[in-house]
């Protein structure tokens, strides 16, 4: 009995995220794209400040609710068959920094490079033991961390858009990684989220 109502459970929430998932994709990301598509026909003619922001706006979130809508789609049937997929998305918008932005967006993505690409890397580069300070960051975390991003651009498609894409969060995030080694002032919380979406939407006019 109790194998049947944990199964009943996971059948309910199964169909409860897929379809909230369904809405995001459906409803939200495809109602976003004629507006964001005609915005970016437009730019040849010359756009006005706040409608250049608002297309760029208009298409991360396009962006996202696709992505996580049909994430939540696939944890959704995976939980009608009594499979536990990971949460791919944990509300990144919300974020603060670029540390955080990138724990929170495309986690499996994101999860799957620093595991293969960026940790290997970095351990390799540390056991080279330059011996001074700022080889040992260049070695440590600028060049793993560019690299890292350099694939994941290339990731997404084989051209150099992509590759601008992933150089500009990777720079963001070496940078928002010396602030925090080098224990720089704290910024605010709102203005450390609005620097962070303003990198993140500026890197997406790239990824566009």
């Known amino acids: 009995i109790k194998n049947k109502i944990f199964s009943l459970n996971l059948f309910i929430l199964g169909t409860v995220v897929f379809f909230i998932g369904l809405f995001k994709k459906v409803y939200l990301a495809d109602n976003l794209a004629p ?19 608002a297309i760029v706006s208009a298409f ?17 049937l995976g939980l009608l068959f009594g499979f536990r997929l990971p949460v791919n998305f944990n509300v990144p918008f919300k974020s603060v920094s670029m540390i955080e932005f990138w724990k929170k967006w495309h986690i499996s993505v994101t999860n799957f490079f620093m595991l293969y690409v960026y940790s290997p890397l970095s351990l390799y580069l540390n056991r080279l033991k330059i011996g001074k300070f700022s080889q040992n960051y260049l070695l440590m975390l600028i060049i793993p961390t560019l ?49 962070t979406i303003i990198v993140v939407l500026i890197s997406f006019v790239f990824f566009r």
């Open 147 to 195: 690299f890292t991003f350099f694939l994941s651009g290339l990731w997404h498609g084989a051209d150099w858009k992509f590759v601008y894409f992933g150089l500009i969060n990777g720079i963001a995030l070496i940078i928002n990684h010396f602030w925090k080694i080098f224990k720089l002032p704290k910024l605010p919380k709102l203005f450390s989220w609005f620097l």
């Open 35 to 53: 507006f964001v598509d005609l915005g970016f026909s437009l730019i040849d003619n010359g756009l006005t400040f706040p409608e250049a922001w």
């Open 60 to 76: 991360a979130l396009q962006l996202y609710f696709d992505f996580s809508g049909y994430s939540e789609m696939a944890v959704g």
